[in-house]
C-alpha cells in the first residue's frame, strides 16, 4: 500500500513538496525502485524520477534542475520536492513502483492513489 | 523527445475484441507496459514486458509489439473494461506514456 500526501494548493514559484509512505509488514521496500509520476490534463502521464534506497536518484531531464527525490528509509517513505512551479506542475502526483530500471521492460506494478496539486495565484 | 501514439478513443460491442495501438519509432526494439485507468482510479498494470500479464489480471488481456506498433488486445471485451489505457516505454533516458486512448463498450 502507497499513501501519498501534499499541500494541495501552492502559488506560481512556490517549492513543492510531496511525501509518499510505504505500508508493507517486511522490508521489501529497499528492493525495489519507487517512482514519482504525475498527470495533468495537458500532458498526460509524465515520469519525475526514481529512487533506490541507499542509491543517487534518477531524473526525468527535462524536469531535473527543479527536482530532488529524497528517502527515509526508517520511516519508508519516499519524497518529492520540485522547485520554482507553475500552473504547468498541476496535475495528480503518484507514487508507484518498479522492480528494475530502465529497459527492463517490467513496468510500475503498484501505484498509490496520488495526491492533486494545483498551482494557482 | 520520443514520442508514442495511440488514438484517443476506441469503441467496441461487449463480448467483442478490443485492438489498441501504441505507435512509436523502433517500438518493437524497446519493451512495453500497458495500464487500465477508470475514472478517479490510479493506474493499474494489465501487461508488461510486451505480452506478459500480471497476477490477477484477467487472461481476455494480451500484448504484441513488433516494429513501430504495439498492442493491446482484450478479448471478449466487458463492459468493466471500460477505461483509458496508456502505453509506455523507456527511450534510454526517460520512462515515457503514451497519449492515452478512451475504450467505450457500447
Known amino acids: 500500500h502507497l499513501q501519498e500526501s501534499g499541500p494541495g494548493l501552492l502559488k506560481p514559484s512556490e517549492t513543492l513538496s510531496v511525501t509518499c509512505i510505504v505500508s508493507?509488514?517486511?522490508?521489501?521496500?529497499?528492493?525495489?525502485?519507487w517512482a514519482w509520476i504525475r498527470q495533468s490534463p495537458g500532458k498526460g502521464l509524465e515520469w519525475i524520477g526514481s529512487?533506490?534506497?541507499?542509491?543517487?536518484?534518477r531524473y526525468n531531464p527535462s524536469l531535473k534542475s527543479r527536482v530532488t527525490l529524497s528517502e527515509v528509509t526508517s520511516k519508508k517513505q519516499i519524497s518529492l520536492r520540485m522547485t520554482s512551479v507553475t500552473a504547468s506542475d498541476t496535475g495528480v502526483y503518484y507514487c508507484?513502483?518498479?522492480?528494475?530500471?530502465?529497459?527492463?521492460?517490467?513496468?510500475?506494478?503498484?501505484w498509490g492513489q496520488g495526491t492533486h496539486v494545483s498551482v494557482s495565484s | 523527445s520520443y514520442d508514442l501514439t495511440q488514438p484517443p478513443s476506441v469503441s467496441v460491442s461487449p463480448g467483442q475484441t478490443a485492438t489498441i495501438t501504441c505507435s512509436g519509432d523502433?517500438?518493437?526494439?524497446?519493451?512495453v507496459s500497458w495500464y487500465q485507468q477508470k475514472p478517479g482510479q490510479s493506474p493499474v498494470l494489465v501487461i508488461f514486458?510486451?505480452?506478459k500479464r500480471p497476477s490477477g489480471i484477467p487472461e481476455r488481456f494480451s500484448g504484441s509489439n513488433s516494429a513501430i506498433t504495439a498492442t493491446l488486445t482484450i478479448s471478449g471485451t466487458q463492459a468493466l473494461d471500460e477505461a483509458d489505457y496508456f502505453c509506455?516505454?523507456?527511450?534510454?533516458?526517460?520512462?515515457?506514456f503514451g497519449t492515452g486512448t478512451k475504450l467505450t463498450v457500447l
Open positions: 523502433t517500438l518493437g526494439s524497446k519493451y
Open positions: 514486458l510486451d505480452t
Open positions: 508507484a513502483r518498479h522492480p528494475s530500471f530502465g529497459a527492463t521492460g517490467e513496468g510500475f506494478d503498484y
Open positions: 508493507d509488514d517486511s522490508s521489501s521496500h529497499i528492493n525495489y525502485y
Open positions: 529512487l533506490y534506497f541507499g542509491e543517487s536518484p
Open positions: 509506455q516505454a523507456w527511450d534510454g533516458r526517460t520512462y515515457v
